[in-house]
């Protein structure tokens, strides 16, 4: 694809040309009266870059600080200030839907001549839906059959454990105990279970009666919330296996990045260093990241698939919706970038809500 346009703009030509993994090559020229105007603006960023011994910073005169760096440095400072703008102009005036930083080298560059250079950077990639709610319908179906059902063992099992969290550890070694030996121990000092106990328990609990009735209830709310969640893991596998994406590197990396982040946070709340335990698993960094690599391939073609799905239904949050998220976030985490949080709570929000559309498929 080719585009000519007045070189009085911020670029003169351009040639777009499609590679593999959802990146482009853009190769364009800037009309040598176009680059060489910010000439002022290049020597007032390299004089407030450099010291110059008898002159305060920023304050070098033109001739000495030219005499100091030279031309070129002068030259390449108005090629990046000139490039930064004409990229921006041809993403835009091309309708190309780059993500992340381009790879941009610099081909020609002389004083009087166009300024030539060559940018590859990642894109959105292109994909066709396949027809999602029908596909969804199936795996709503299948997951009718999950039993979400509470039983009266479920409820004996959850008053156990809760008894269990309650009983008396003292007189005992449990380090030295075998794991039999563990649960007699336990077992033997377990709390007896009446309405003095469930009342010691907080939540307004009543009596044993009221207590086993609202812990029936949570475990159904759990049951449900579980049920929800693998229906969820259901439609998110049929829609992709059904659909084909090319997916660009820097998408893979990004879910690789955010893996690494929170497994690092997970292991320092254990109280381990990363190094320790990388050593102590016979690891490198870059063979668990190659491990994970299949699962963020996964989660980056699905943020992909629900973004499309967004955008061709015009599904979104609303304002406040996000706002009221945002303000969750940065009260909870007080270091959290208001910004950051913001496009995160919105691709949450949207998540969710095209899931519920999803549900709402036809069986």
């Known amino acids: 694809m080719t585009n000519n346009t007045n070189p009085t ?19 364009a020229s800037i009309a040598a009266e ?14 407030d870059s450099i010291t110059v011994d008898g002159f305060r910073k920023g304050q070098v005169p033109e001739n000495i600080l030219v005499s100091k760096v030279g ?13 930064s703008r004409a990229y921006i102009d ?12 381009p790879i941009v080298g610099i081909t020609k560059l002389a004083k009087g001549n166009p300024l030539e250079f060559k940018a590859t950077t990642a894109v959105v990639p292109e994909i066709t839906l396949p027809d999602c709610q029908k596909i969804a319908a199936v795996e709503v179906k299948k997951a009718s059959g999950i039993d979400v059902s509470v039983s009266d063992k479920d409820v004996e099992e959850s008053i156990l454990k809760i008894r269990k969290s309650r009983a008396s550890h003292d007189g005992h070694d449990h380090e030295k105990m075998t794991p039999e030996e563990h649960e007699k121990a336990i077992m033997d000092t377990l709390p007896e279970f009446n309405d003095e106990f469930v009342r010691g328990l907080g939540n307004d609990f009543k009596d044993i009666a009221d207590f086993k009735v609202k812990v029936r209830e949570m475990i159904g709310e759990n049951k449900k919330d579980e049920a929800r969640e693998k229906l969820r893991i259901m439609i998110a596998d049929a829609l992709g296996d059904a659909t084909e994406a090319e997916l660009p590197e820097i998408m893979i990396e990004s879910e690789l990045n955010r893996s690494q982040t929170q497994f690092e946070h997970d292991i320092e709340k254990m109280g381990v260093k990363m190094d320790d335990y990388l050593k102590h698993a016979k690891k490198s960094l870059e063979d668990i990241r190659k491990d994970w690599r299949p699962h963020a391939e996964k989660k980056a073609k699905l943020q992909l698939i629900l973004n499309t799905i967004a955008v061709k239904e015009n599904i979104k949050p609303d304002q406040k919706e996000i706002d009221s998220e945002v303000d969750h976030i940065v009260e909870h985490y007080k270091e959290a970038d208001r910004e950051r949080a913001t496009a995160y709570a919105e691709t949450v929000l949207t998540n969710e809500k095209v899931f519920q559309w999803l549900e709402k498929a036809e069986k």
């Open 9 to 27: 703009k911020s670029y003169d030509s351009v040639s777009i040309k499609k590679l593999a993994k959802s990146e482009v090559e853009i190769t």
């Open 71 to 83: 031309d070129r440095v002068i030259n390449e400072e108005m090629a990046e200030i000139a490039l």
């Open 34 to 47: 176009v680059w060489e105007k910010f000439r002022s603006q290049a020597l007032k960023n390299v004089n």
């Open 90 to 101: 041809i993403l835009v005036d091309n309708k190309i839907d780059a993500i992340g930083k």
